[in-house]
Structure formats: structure tokens, C-alpha cells
């Protein structure tokens, strides 16, 4: 549809450039549901946890549970998303997130939390490259970043609605309704993903086995160093997400004496700014290349996060969350598509598989390191660290990666040619 200038409209744009497709369109709505339900628990989660009697250092090793099963899982589920299918790891991984967050609403001691955690954490190894790997199949080439950006836009409007309508029926109505809405929206998600038709895959010439995933790792660095540097980036970025995960909302409970109710505005807050700006910094990105605007929000984040340590109120906090959430959403489309433009089409679960078993070892790192951090240093100290991981990510893109000069676009059939690679160094020689 065109608006009253004559000019065509965002539908009309999506729809020329290929991505306004049935399965895209499925799959983009599958992720507000699913994201909702996420984002539901996001603020009760460590408030749960207190009430069960665990202290804030054994907080940070239970809730680490989660990503050892995500590491564990992660091989055999990349493996499977490349063997059997996208569609149905992702259905597969839903419906066990949906049975642990149910469950989760009946626990009555720490050793039922940290064993439904964990049965939590092989849900999402099952969903997460083969979710990632379907995206990319569906959509043109030279969209890749457009699509990551519509993507973290659908599953911010989620995200966004969910810590708000969480925090608020836990704290003013119910602490446990969060976990049975949660259940049920993780089905429906399901649901709307089995009508999805996956495109045809091509098999690599090495007969894929559990144990190829590094393999597969291996030879998309050697295709495209690039692929190291976003890998350290990975490990850095899991150590960070645990501090967002545990650690600053600790502190916001401790040090700001925030509500359940305002813990979640807060989160609801950052993340409406990132679906604010997740597809237009996307969109830009496909432009005029990744590295900048992965350089600019990586810095913003780290600025947003450490000034964490000078709030003096909820307010404050609402402010530094836009902040550090704008950072996110400039960078996070760039670094999704430029780790789509280092991998092989037909690797790509095993490979992103390969990567987010690192980030999940960055997960592990992050909630048992900061915790103690937090319980035995101070609570700031895990913010410092936080925000000099976040600086330390942005400069290992900054020095050992650069865009290759864009093509013009000649027809409807072009595609990009934006293929990045990591500069050289005498020993990598």
C-alpha cells in the first residue's frame, strides 16, 4: 500500500525486496508469541529462586545449570537442524520449554528449580540455531541484515510487552500465573510454526555426524576468518548476558529497591527502544555494511550499563536501560548478518550451533563469576566487569574486522556481495 504522497509504503517495500513472504511472515509471528512468553519471566525469575531459600552466590551456579545444558545440547541440536529439519528442533524445543516453565510454577526446594533449569536449557539448544538457520533460508541473500532487523523487531514487541505484564501479575496479582500464561503461549508458538514450509536443504559432501560441529566451525573460518572474531565476540557478549540475566537485576532489587512490577517496566522499557530500532539500523546496515554500527552499539551498551552504578532512582534506571538497549539495537542486526555472510548455506545449523555453544560458555562464565562477585566483592563490581567486557568485544571487531567494499545492486536477481574478512595478521600466516 502506498502512503498519500504516492510513495510506496513499508509493506509494499518488504513485499518488492522478497521478505514479505508466508513462511517469513509465519515464522516472524511465531517469534512475538514465543518472545512474550520469554520475556513473562524474565523479572520473577531470581525473585523465585529467593524464595526457594537460595542465596545470591548459589543463585548464579543453579541459574548456570540453564547454559551447561544449552553447551551440552547444542551439538547434537545443530546436527539435527541441519539432518532432520529446522521445523521440527524448533517444535521439539518449544514443547519442552513449555513443560519445564509449567513445572516451574510447582517447585518446593532448589534441587527442582536447578533440574527444571536445566531440562530448560535443552529446549533452547533445540530452537536456537535451528531457528536462526531457518530465518536465513527464507530470505533473500542481500536482506540478511533487514531480516535480522525484522526479526529483533518481532521479538521485542514480545519482549517488550512480557517483563511488564509479568512483573505486574506477579506483584499485583499472582507470583505464579507468569508460568502457566508462559506454558501456554510456548504451545501456541508451536503451533504456528508447524504450518511453516521449510525450504529443501543441500547436504555438504561430508556425511554430517554428531561430531562435525567444530568441524563445520573449522571450515567456515578457513572460508572466513571473520567467523573468529565473532566468536571471541560471542564468548564476551554470554559473560555480559549473564550480568543482565542475574546480576543487574539483583541490583536493582538490592541497591534501588525496585518493585517486581517496576524491574519489569524497566526491562519493558529497553526493550521497546531496541524494536524501536532494530529493523531501521538494519535496514541501514545492509546499505553501508555491519562493523560500523556493531562498533557505535557495542560502545553505546557499554556506556548504558556502566552508568548503572551512578543510578540513584527508578527513573535513573529507566534511562540508562534506553540507552544501553539503543546500543543493542544498532548492533545486534549487523552482527546476525555478518555472521550469516561467514557461513556455508548448508552448515549453518552445526556451524551457529558451533557459536552459540561459546556464548553459552560465556553464559556459564558470566552467572557463576559475577555472582560470587556480586555476594562477595560488591554489587558494582559485576557492572564494572560487565561494561569492560562489553568495551573489550567492541574492540576485537574494531581491529580485526573490516566491510568489503559493497556492489551495487544491477537487477532483481542481484545479491549481496557483502562478504566481510578478518585482516591479516604475520600469524595467521
Given at each position: 500500500?502506498?502512503?498519500?504522497?504516492?510513495?510506496?509504503?513499508?509493506?509494499?517495500?518488504?513485499?518488492?525486496?522478497?521478505?514479505?513472504?508466508?513462511?517469513?511472515?509465519i515464522?516472524?509471528s511465531?517469534?512475538?508469541?514465543?518472545?512474550?512468553?520469554?520475556?513473562?519471566?524474565?523479572?520473577?525469575?531470581?525473585?523465585?529462586?529467593?524464595?526457594?531459600?537460595i542465596?545470591?552466590?548459589?543463585?548464579?551456579?543453579?541459574?548456570?545449570?540453564?547454559?551447561?545444558?544449552?553447551?551440552?545440547?547444542?551439538?547434537?541440536?545443530?546436527?539435527?537442524?541441519?539432518?532432520?529439519?529446522?521445523?521440527?528442533?524448533?517444535?521439539?524445543?518449544?514443547?519442552?520449554?513449555?513443560?519445564?516453565t509449567?513445572?516451574?510454577?510447582?517447585?518446593?526446594?532448589?534441587?527442582?528449580?536447578?533440574?527444571?533449569?536445566?531440562?530448560?536449557?535443552?529446549?533452547?539448544?533445540?530452537?536456537?540455531?535451528?531457528?536462526?538457520?531457518?530465518?536465513?533460508?527464507?530470505?533473500?541473500?542481500d536482506?540478511?541484515?533487514?531480516?535480522?532487523?525484522?526479526?529483533?523487531?518481532?521479538?521485542?514487541i514480545?519482549?517488550?510487552?512480557?517483563?511488564?505484564?509479568?512483573?505486574?501479575?506477579?506483584?499485583?496479582?499472582?507470583?505464579?500465573?507468569?508460568?502457566?500464561?508462559?506454558?501456554?503461549?510456548?504451545?501456541?508458538?508451536?503451533?504456528?510454526?508447524?504450518?511453516?514450509?521449510?525450504?529443501?536443504?543441500?547436504?555438504?559432501?561430508?556425511?554430517?555426524?554428531?561430531?562435525?560441529?567444530?568441524?563445520?566451525?573449522?571450515?567456515?573460518?578457513?572460508?572466513?576468518?571473520?567467523?573468529?572474531?565473532?566468536?571471541?565476540?560471542?564468548?564476551?557478549?554470554?559473560?555480559?548476558?549473564?550480568?543482565?540475566?542475574?546480576?543487574?537485576?539483583?541490583?536493582?532489587?538490592?541497591?534501588?529497591?525496585?518493585?517486581?512490577?517496576?524491574?519489569?517496566?524497566?526491562?519493558?522499557?529497553?526493550?521497546?527502544?531496541?524494536?524501536?530500532?532494530?529493523?531501521?539500523?538494519?535496514?541501514?546496515?545492509?546499505?553501508?555494511g555491519?562493523?560500523?554500527?556493531?562498533?557505535?552499539?557495542?560502545?553505546?551498551?557499554?556506556?548504558?550499563?556502566?552508568?548503572?552504578?551512578?543510578?540513584?532512582?527508578?527513573?535513573?534506571?529507566?534511562?540508562?536501560?534506553a540507552?544501553?538497549?539503543?546500543?543493542?539495537?544498532?548492533?545486534?542486526?549487523?552482527?546476525?548478518?555478518?555472521?550469516?555472510?561467514?557461513?556455508?548455506?548448508?552448515?549453518?545449523?552445526?556451524?551457529?550451533?558451533a557459536?552459540?555453544?561459546?556464548?553459552?560458555?560465556?553464559?556459564?562464565?558470566?552467572?557463576?563469576g559475577?555472582?560470587?562477585?556480586?555476594?562477595?566483592?560488591?554489587?558494582?563490581?559485576?557492572?564494572?566487569?560487565?561494561?569492560?567486557?562489553?568495551?573489550?568485544?567492541?574492540?576485537?571487531?574494531?581491529?580485526?574486522?573490516?566491510?568489503?567494499?559493497?556492489?551495487?545492486?544491477?537487477?532483481?536477481?542481484?545479491?549481496?556481495?557483502?562478504?566481510?574478512?578478518?585482516?591479516?595478521?604475520?600469524?595467521?600466516?
Open positions: 500500500m502506498a502512503d498519500d504522497r504516492g510513495k510506496p509504503g513499508i509493506r509494499d517495500r518488504l513485499r518488492k525486496s522478497g521478505l514479505l513472504t508466508r513462511d517469513f511472515s515464522l516472524m511465531a517469534l512475538v508469541v514465543v518472545s512474550l512468553g520469554f520475556g513473562l519471566l524474565a523479572p520473577i525469575m531470581p525473585e523465585l529462586a529467593r524464595n526457594l531459600g542465596t545470591d552466590g548459589a543463585m548464579g551456579g543453579i541459574f548456570a545449570l540453564y547454559f551447561v545444558a544449552l553447551v551440552l545440547a547444542l551439538p547434537p541440536s545443530g546436527y539435527l537442524a541441519d539432518k532432520v529439519g529446522r521445523k521440527k528442533m524448533i517444535i521439539g524445543g518449544l514443547i519442552v520449554f513449555s513443560v519445564t509449567f513445572g516451574l510454577a510447582f517447585v518446593t526446594d532448589a534441587l527442582q528449580f536447578a533440574v527444571l533449569r536445566a531440562i530448560e536449557g535443552v529446549g533452547a539448544a533445540m530452537v536456537a540455531p535451528a531457528t536462526f538457520a531457518l530465518t536465513i533460508d527464507i530470505v533473500p541473500e536482506k540478511r541484515a533487514t531480516a535480522m532487523g525484522i526479526e529483533g523487531t518481532v521479538q521485542m514480545g519482549i517488550f510487552a512480557g517483563p511488564a505484564i509479568g512483573g505486574y501479575i506477579a506483584g499485583e496479582i499472582n507470583f505464579i500465573y507468569p508460568f502457566y500464561l508462559g506454558a501456554g503461549l510456548s504451545v501456541l508458538c508451536a503451533i504456528i510454526v508447524s504450518s511453516i514450509k521449510e525450504p529443501a536443504r543441500s547436504q555438504s559432501d561430508e556425511h554430517p555426524s554428531l561430531f562435525t560441529m567444530f568441524g563445520a566451525w573449522k571450515r567456515n573460518v578457513q572460508a572466513n576468518r571473520t567467523l573468529i572474531a565473532l566468536t571471541v565476540r560471542g564468548l564476551v557478549m554470554g559473560i555480559v548476558q549473564g550480568l543482565f540475566m542475574l546480576g543487574l537485576i539483583l541490583y536493582w532489587y538490592d541497591e534501588i529497591s525496585m518493585s517486581l512490577t517496576e524491574v519489569g517496566i524497566a526491562m519493558s522499557i529497553g526493550t521497546a527502544v531496541m524494536a524501536a530500532g532494530t529493523l531501521y539500523f538494519g535496514t541501514l546496515s545492509d546499505k553501508h555491519r562493523v560500523p554500527f556493531i562498533l557505535i552499539g557495542g560502545a553505546i551498551m557499554a556506556t548504558g550499563l556502566a552508568g548503572m552504578i551512578f543510578a540513584e532512582n527508578v527513573m535513573h534506571i529507566y534511562i540508562l536501560m540507552i544501553s538497549e539503543l546500543g543493542a539495537a544498532i548492533s545486534n542486526p549487523s552482527v546476525g548478518a555478518l555472521l550469516a555472510d561467514t557461513m556455508l548455506k548448508e552448515e549453518r545449523g552445526r556451524v551457529m550451533g557459536y552459540q555453544t561459546v556464548q553459552g560458555i560465556g553464559n556459564i562464565l558470566g552467572l557463576t559475577l555472582s560470587i562477585v556480586y555476594a562477595r566483592i560488591s554489587h558494582d563490581a559485576p557492572i564494572i566487569v560487565g561494561a569492560a567486557a562489553l568495551a573489550l568485544a567492541t574492540a576485537i571487531i574494531a581491529i580485526y574486522v573490516r566491510d568489503k567494499k559493497r556492489l551495487p545492486a544491477t537487477g532483481a536477481n542481484s545479491t549481496s556481495t557483502n562478504i566481510t574478512a578478518i585482516r591479516s595478521t604475520p600469524k595467521d600466516e
